[in-house]
């Protein structure tokens, strides 16, 4: 998961204490920046004060979810007549998560909170039907495929998930093969796909926006991919596909043996 924040210090620490190692937490230090960020990396979900600056301006977090209006927000601040104003006013902009220091911010269900945001449910949804099959399997190789999942742009290619379950290739081969999955290079491929159908939803995105924010090198190839797995190009999948239906479609790609996808995956 990636969170981006703006926050004050002493709520980013107890944030980085919830978010533990294996996260990744981007910190920004201006509304632009923020806005830079979200635009350009894989962003689960923002976790911002709109007290930081000190006072109620609300215009640039208004700004910014008028642009990304599909991107999940957590407003983490400390109770006080200005943040409640805040929470009143941004609601209206479709903020539903709040978070109050010292009252509910205890670093498990905040953790909770933000792992069931809307931005991991089609990764989390292909994801636990993968995960049964590999019952048995080394737990390292679990780690790694629920790491894929998680963050497929972290991965260059499928020699570094397997070396990340700590295995060569051909042995990480056999044990999808044992496990009943598909090959390595379309369970990365499916891991990178999921995280892309939830970037394509939004409208503020790009291909070529979503192309980097899967770790793919150019969008042709993310095209090309898309077409392979389900038959339809981009802006189709955007428009006329639900995340259910997308899900049993990739599940049923991964959880199978089956020969190599037309696509290819670096």
């Known amino acids: 998961m990636e ?6 210090n002493p709520l980013l620490l107890h944030l980085r204490t919830v978010l533990g190692d294996e996260h990744d937490l981007t910190v920004t230090h201006s509304w632009s920046e923020l806005v830079d960020v979200v635009h350009q990396r894989p962003v689960d979900a923002i976790v911002v004060d709109p007290r ?4 109620m301006d609300l215009e640039p977090l208004e700004a910014l979810l008028g642009r990304f209006p599909a991107l999940p927000v957590v407003l983490y601040t400390a109770l006080s007549p200005d943040s409640v104003k ?5 609601a209206k902009h479709g903020v539903r998560h709040v ?3 010292g009252f509910d911010d205890n670093p498990r269900r905040f953790r909770e909170l933000l792992l069931e945001l809307p931005a991991r449910q089609v990764s989390d949804m292909v994801w636990a039907k993968v995960a049964p099959c590999l019952a048995g399997s080394p737990p390292l190789l679990e780690r790694a495929l629920w790491r894929l999942f998680d963050a497929p742009h972290r991965f260059e290619d499928v020699e570094a998930v397997a070396q990340a379950a700590g295995m060569t290739r051909r042995s990480f081969d056999r044990w999808l093969d044992r496990a009943g999955l598909a090959s390595a290079r379309k369970i990365v491929l499916g891991a990178r796909l999921a995280r892309a159908f939830y970037f394509l ?6 291909l ?4 980097r924010k899967v770790g793919l090198p150019s969008p042709r190839l993310l095209a090309r991919q898309i077409r392979a797995a389900t038959g339809l190009t981009p802006t189709a999948l955007r428009e006329s596909i639900l995340p259910e239906e997308f899900t049993e479609r990739l ?3 991964l959880c199978r043996r089956g020969g190599e996808s037309h696509g290819t995956v670096r």
């Open 52 to 55: 930081i600056d000190g006072g």
């Open 86 to 90: 805040a929470m009143v006013e941004l």
């Open 3 to 8: 969170v981006a924040t703006r926050l004050s």
């Open 208 to 211: 070529s926006d979503v192309t």
């Open 201 to 206: 939803r939004d409208p503020a995105y790009q």
């Open 99 to 101: 978070v109050l220091r």
């Open 251 to 253: 599940a049923a790609m």
